[in-house]
């Protein structure tokens, strides 16, 4: 089901594609079909909650034809007026992580968990999201090891490194050994 709460399928409300217009088209003929669930949008006058709702559908749009950025901008407009909008925290944080910023996406991510019941689509790309995470810890602590090996070599097979006792052949292999625990 649409997390928007209008009982219809994901791909037939919000994941459906109109084809039969541009995603930076306005919508002209048709009322928004986005609707949050819950009280996500408490407070603010109808006029401004349809206004809203032509945000998060051209938003919606943008993402599903790859315009991360874009969908990013109005995600941020919608949160700007209702910054407790779950959907858009939501889909911020997916076009923050297809954008690389992985960071920033995690946080809009746990602050979008923090608002609702989990269900299936945001644990999964919760879940996916920390394990993107992880992987990039892990690439960017070998790449810092990787960097760092020469000049460790280096040092440690300086002559400064003899007045200590570190001593060794020039034919003599040198022999490190590591931790091989998380990074």
């Given at each position: 089901p649409c997390p928007c709460g209008s009982g219809r399928r994901y791909r037939e409300?919000?994941?459906?594609?109109?084809?039969?217009?541009?995603?930076?088209?306005?919508?002209?003929?048709?009322?928004?079909?986005?609707?949050?669930?819950?009280?996500?949008?408490?407070?603010?006058?109808?006029?401004?909650?349809?206004?809203?709702?032509?945000?998060?559908?051209?938003?919606?749009?943008?993402?599903?034809?790859?315009?991360?950025?874009?969908?990013?901008?109005?995600?941020?407009?919608?949160?700007?007026?209702?910054?407790?909008?779950?959907?858009?925290?939501?889909?911020?944080?997916v076009a923050q992580w297809g954008l690389g910023n992985l960071d920033e996406a995690s946080r809009l991510m746990e602050r979008a968990f923090s608002q609702r019941d989990p269900y299936p689509a945001i644990v999964t790309n919760r879940e996916t999201l920390q394990r993107a995470r992880a992987h990039q810890a892990r690439v960017d602590a070998e790449r810092r090891a990787e960097a760092a090996l020469p000049d460790l070599l280096a040092r440690l097979t300086s002559r400064a490194n003899t007045d200590r006792g570190y001593t060794a052949a020039a034919d003599e292999p040198l022999h490190l050994i590591v931790g091989t625990g998380d990074p």
């Amino acid at each position: 089901p649409c997390p928007c709460g209008s009982g219809r399928r994901y791909r037939e409300c919000h994941g459906a594609i109109d084809t039969s217009r541009s995603p930076t088209a306005p919508r002209t003929t048709a009322a928004a079909t986005y609707r949050p669930r819950g009280s996500d949008w408490d407070g603010i006058d109808p006029a401004e909650r349809a206004r809203l709702a032509e945000l998060m559908d051209t938003a919606l749009a943008r993402q599903a034809s790859n315009d991360q950025s874009g969908a990013a901008r109005i995600y941020r407009d919608v949160l700007a007026i209702a910054p407790d909008t779950h959907d858009a925290l939501h889909m911020l944080a997916v076009a923050q992580w297809g954008l690389g910023n992985l960071d920033e996406a995690s946080r809009l991510m746990e602050r979008a968990f923090s608002q609702r019941d989990p269900y299936p689509a945001i644990v999964t790309n919760r879940e996916t999201l920390q394990r993107a995470r992880a992987h990039q810890a892990r690439v960017d602590a070998e790449r810092r090891a990787e960097a760092a090996l020469p000049d460790l070599l280096a040092r440690l097979t300086s002559r400064a490194n003899t007045d200590r006792g570190y001593t060794a052949a020039a034919d003599e292999p040198l022999h490190l050994i590591v931790g091989t625990g998380d990074p």
